[in-house]
């Protein structure tokens, strides 16, 4: 009887061992799956963060512009104010042109902080984008690293 048995439990082993070997290669084709998944979704956020990152820059560069742009239209605006001062004993001609070009200086410094507050706004949502893409990218790093153990 052992004889017999001998074979039976051979085979039994041998198909066992296989339905194993079966279920640990489709085990590996679907995380290879996953992983070819989430390394497109890495470069597609790896760029969106380039993109994101260009776009800061400009922003900031265009910021950094008005910035200097307002310091010299302030600086004008208080040489004007300084002009009024001197100027003050000239006719009320003189006195009601320069006062208007003060005024004209401050409505242009209050739209440009406008804008300036616009502009930050729309940073502040990129910089929102940009966090949401950066902990998208450390999540799909994170299910990466956990579908290679």
Same mark, same amino acid.
């Given at each position: 009887?052992?004889?017999?048995?001998?074979?039976?439990?051979?085979?039994?082993?041998?198909?066992?061992?296989? %339905?194993?070997?079966?279920?640990?290669?489709?085990?590996?084709?679907?995380?290879?799956?996953?992983?070819?998944?989430?390394?497109?979704?890495?470069?597609?956020?790896?760029?969106?963060?380039? %993109?994101?990152?260009?776009?800061?820059?400009?922003?900031?560069?265009?910021?950094?512009?008005?910035?200097?742009?307002?310091?010299?239209?302030?600086?004008?605006?208080?040489?004007?104010?300084?002009?009024?001062?001197?100027?003050?004993?000239?006719? %009320?001609?003189?006195?009601?042109?320069?006062? %208007?070009?003060?005024?004209?200086?401050?409505?242009?410094?209050?739209?440009?902080?406008?804008?300036?507050?616009?502009?930050?706004?729309?940073?502040?949502?990129?910089?929102?984008?940009?966090?949401?893409?950066?902990?998208?990218?450390?999540?799909?790093?994170?299910?990466?690293?956990?579908?290679?153990?």
């Amino acid at each position: 009887m052992n004889s017999r048995v001998l074979p039976i439990l051979n085979l039994l082993g041998c198909l066992a061992l296989t %339905a194993l070997v079966v279920l640990q290669w489709s085990r590996e084709r679907a995380l290879d799956s996953q992983i070819a998944i989430l390394q497109t979704e890495l470069a597609t956020a790896r760029d969106q963060t380039a %993109a994101e990152t260009k776009r800061a820059a400009a922003f900031q560069r265009d910021i950094d512009v008005l910035k200097e742009s307002i310091e010299a239209t302030q600086q004008s605006a208080e040489a004007a104010a300084r002009d009024l001062a001197e100027n003050e004993t000239q006719a %009320a001609e003189q006195q009601t042109a320069l006062q %208007a070009e003060l005024a004209a200086a401050r409505e242009q410094i209050e739209s440009w902080q406008a804008a300036i507050a616009v502009r930050d706004e729309k940073i502040q949502s990129l910089n929102t984008e940009l966090v949401a893409t950066r902990k998208r990218l450390d999540e799909a790093i994170v299910r990466l690293k956990a579908a290679a153990r």
